[in-house]
Every structure is written in C-alpha cells, then in structure tokens.
C-alpha cells in the first residue's frame, strides 16, 4: 500500500449514520455541528503543516470527513478502501456520493486483494499506522466490543496515536 508522510497525515473513524447523532441526515443540528467541527479541524491542521486526510470512505462520519477535506482547498483526500466493492449494496444515492467523492480524491488506496474478513481491520490500521492523530466521532459511552469504530481508537491508543474525539461538539450550541 502507498505509504503517506505520516508526519503530515491524519485519518478520520466514526459510526455509521445510524449511530451518529442527528443520523447523518444532511440538514439535522448535528450533522451540521460535525460538519462544521471537522471543518475547523482540518483547516487548523492544515495551518499546522497537515496535508494528507485519511478516509475509509465508510457510510456515515467518514463520508461526512471526506466531504469536509474537499471543501478545503489545502487538504488532500486519501480514500483508503477496505474492499472493492465497498459499496455494493448502497442505495443509487449513496453510491453516487460514495463515486463522487473518489473522483476528487488526492489518492486513493485500494486493498491488496479481496480479503471480505479483514479488511476493514487492515484498512483501519493502514490508517493510523500512517498517520500522527485521529479525528474520531466515537460514543465512548457504548462499549461495543465490535464496533470497528471502537477497534480503531484502541489500535491507535495502543500505537500512541493521539485521538481527538468530536462526539459531543453538536452539543456546545452557538
């Protein structure tokens, strides 16, 4: 796999929209709040020498993160896929956002072969092995044991990878 300057990276995990608060859906407070969130992050980042963004191009918090890297014009996207046929059983919507996201993409990083079992695990820690912190949107209060959400925040603890966890900003109302 492309090996990224990880002095200058970072990479986004999250839910997926059903476990997002406001569900993701374009216009609710909360996804609004993220979005804004994620934009003040990446653009700070990028004012700190940041210039690769990594994306597992996941429904939910990781298109919302791709999204946000393409709205700033300093920032490169990284999609780094976990299968080929990652969206295979999305709606025509979603695999529309899903196609339009890849094309503007900086880079994008295909997995090595189709491995169905572990390749959301090898794409989780490809992206934390390449990068110096993680912008997470994690409710730390659910201890799910499975969420890959979950698993990617441990690995990256466990690498001393500095983890910032947006979960709660849609709660500071403006």
């Given at each position: 796999m492309y090996s990224l300057d990880r002095a200058k990276s970072c990479c986004f995990t999250g839910h997926r929209p059903g476990k997002l608060p406001g569900r993701a859906l374009p216009n609710s407070y909360e996804t609004v709040a993220i979005a804004n969130k994620l934009d003040d992050l990446i653009k700070s980042a990028c004012g700190n020498g940041y210039e690769f963004f990594i994306s597992g191009m996941a429904f939910g918090f990781d298109m919302l993160a791709a999204e946000a890297v393409l709205r700033n014009p300093n920032a490169k996207l990284v999609c780094a896929l976990p299968?080929?046929?990652?969206?295979?059983?999305?709606?025509?919507?979603?695999?529309?956002?899903?196609?339009?996201?890849?094309?503007?993409?900086?880079?994008?990083?295909?997995?090595?072969?189709?491995?169905?079992?572990?390749?959301?695990?090898?794409?989780?820690?490809?992206?934390?092995?390449?990068?110096?912190?993680?912008?997470?949107?994690?409710?730390?209060?659910?201890?799910?044991?499975?969420?890959?959400?979950?698993a990617t925040v441990r690995y990256a603890k466990s690498q001393n990878v500095p983890v910032i966890n947006i979960w709660d900003c849609w709660k500071n109302k403006v």
């Open positions: 299968l080929l046929n990652q969206s295979l059983f999305w709606n025509s919507n979603e695999k529309k956002r899903y196609s339009d996201i890849l094309n503007r993409a900086a880079i994008i990083i295909y997995p090595k072969e189709e491995d169905v079992k572990n390749g959301y695990m090898n794409r989780n820690r490809y992206m934390v092995n390449n990068s110096s912190f993680v912008i997470a949107c994690f409710n730390e209060s659910n201890k799910q044991i499975r969420s890959g959400t979950a």
